[in-house]
């Protein structure tokens, strides 16, 4: 209810604050004086209220790592299962008659889910002493400088006993750290990272503290700041090393989990199943992470080779030549599987693709028709790659990111599906759906009630198919095989009627 009151108090201000400025500049002057002191009020008073805050939920949190751990049985990681993709079938010929106008039956209609709002939790309150030293993590070819207590790197945990982890976590908690937690939040809003590149921030902060020989230290430490930072959480250890358990809002695969109080906390240093300690409690009030991506995180450029793609196809016009950023192709190398096709396709492209793509595309579709348009895009998606299954290239079921297309020399048809679906509602706007068929994605665009060829009905509005692995495939034709499936319908935004 504050925040609300707050930011509605905000915006009425602002607005106020406009009238003000043409009305009365000097009045305006006191406005924004007062508006000013206001807001430091009331940051001031949050970042005060958590500071208390955290001081219990630390203390309270050391007692129970001081409690007996709990032995449990780690699970073998779930394997993302492979799915039977289909071959490049022959296409239309010129000269055959147009595709049938066939309503596709669908068995569910599933909404993918956005990216919750990144986990943010106040300001911490520095003092000086708290930031007298410093250290640099590599973070994806980026040198950033992160802030500590002088003295603080000598803060070691003797061995991995209840006693001892408890008495370390009271002293990470006495302020020698708050700089560092600071500064990886900082750097979270700073690089727009999601939640699973955060945990990887904190790795590196906390192994760049203690140094990669000393993992315990590290992950006692990299739990502390994603706790401060408002990360739900537990801590385990197995043969005298400590390990994170942390829960997710999806399945991820290949990583191993526990089962603890009905969700999967996966252990994400890549151990394997076995017997785990495991401390009976997780921070007070942490929040899931997300395995879903609001936006691209904004990482150092480093310029892959330009290649040429398109230029085949019904539109041999539509053809454009970009790299990629190798820092991200890297970032999603190491990124969770995961079967949340919203991860994929809301995720959108990196500004630097964008800015090679979306200038050279506009171009080219300008002044057509919307189902022109879509077709254009169609044409390209199908034509600007090479085929390949994922068992094929990598060895296992991988899908890609809409950036990883551009890098890697061959994708299939969820990869370019998702691709797809970023372009069409980009670049022009209208609404997609994803076609979910057991062993195959593909999408229907609304292009209205008069574009015949296959389609789904949804709220009295028509999706006409449009699939990128179809080569030579228009509007409206779907590959023959799953003409007569039951699909899926994976919902990427609200359908209205009409």
Request: proline share 5%; glycine share 6%; hydrophobic share 35%.
């Amino acid at each position: 209810m504050r925040r609300f009151s707050f930011w509605f108090l905000l915006f009425f201000l602002l607005d106020h604050a406009v009238l003000c400025a043409q009305e009365d500049p000097d009045g305006y002057a006191a406005f924004r004086r007062q508006y000013e002191q206001e807001y430091d009020d009331f940051r001031r008073q949050r970042m005060e209220e958590y500071a208390a805050f955290r001081r219990e939920a630390n203390e309270q949190y050391a007692q129970w790592l001081g409690e007996r751990w709990v032995v449990m049985k780690a699970e073998e990681g779930l394997t993302l299962p492979p799915q039977p993709k289909p071959p490049l079938p022959l296409v239309q010929k010129e000269g055959d008659l147009p595709p049938r106008d066939v309503a596709l039956p669908y068995t569910a209609i599933e909404d993918l889910k956005e990216a919750p709002e990144s986990i943010d939790v106040p300001d911490l309150i520095l003092t000086p002493q708290q930031t007298e030293d410093e250290v640099v993590v590599d973070f994806y070819a980026q040198k950033l400088t992160l802030r500590l207590a002088r003295g603080a790197s000598a803060l070691r945990l003797r061995s991995t006993t209840e006693r001892d982890v408890r008495e370390t976590w009271t002293k990470f908690s006495k302020g020698g750290y708050d700089a560092l937690v600071q500064d990886c939040m900082t750097q979270k809003k700073r690089q727009h990272l999601c939640d699973w590149s955060y945990i990887q921030l904190c790795h590196g902060a906390a192994l760049s503290v203690f140094g990669s020989n000393s993992t315990n230290d590290a992950v006692l430490l990299q739990a502390f700041l994603l706790t401060q930072s408002g990360y739900e959480l537990r801590l385990a250890e197995a043969d005298g090393r400590l390990s994170l358990l942390i829960p997710f809002d999806h399945t991820i695969y290949n990583y191993s989990y526990l089962t603890i109080d009905e969700k999967r906390y996966y252990v994400i240093d890549g151990r394997k199943k076995g017997q785990f300690r495991v401390v009976d409690h997780g921070f007070p009030q942490g929040s899931r992470s997300s395995i879903l991506i609001a936006r691209q995180p904004q990482l150092a450029m480093k310029a892959t080779a330009a290649r040429t793609f398109g230029g085949d196809g019904r539109y041999p016009e539509m053809q454009v030549t970009l790299g990629t950023n190798l820092n991200l192709i890297d970032f999603y190398s190491h990124y969770p599987l995961s079967d949340a096709w919203s991860s994929y396709a809301r995720a959108s492209l990196s500004e630097s693709t964008k800015a090679k793509l979306y200038p050279a595309l506009r171009t080219l579709i300008a002044g057509k028709s919307k189902q022109k348009a879509t077709d254009m895009l169609l044409d390209f998606v199908q034509h600007a790659f090479d085929y390949k299954t994922d068992i094929e290239q990598f060895g296992h079921e991988r899908p890609m990111f809409g950036d990883e297309s551009f890098f890697y020399p061959y994708n299939d048809c969820e990869d370019r599906s998702i691709l797809f679906v970023i372009l069409v509602r980009e670049l022009l706007g209208l609404d997609v759906v994803l076609l979910h068929y057991p062993g195959h994605l593909a999408t229907a665009v609304d292009l209205g009630p008069s574009v015949q060829g296959d389609h789904v009905t949804l709220k009295g509005r028509r999706f006409t198919v449009c699939d990128p692995t179809y080569l030579g495939a228009t509007l409206g034709e779907s590959m023959p095989q799953f003409k007569g499936q039951n699909v899926k319908i994976l919902l990427l935004d609200e359908i209205e009627s009409k």
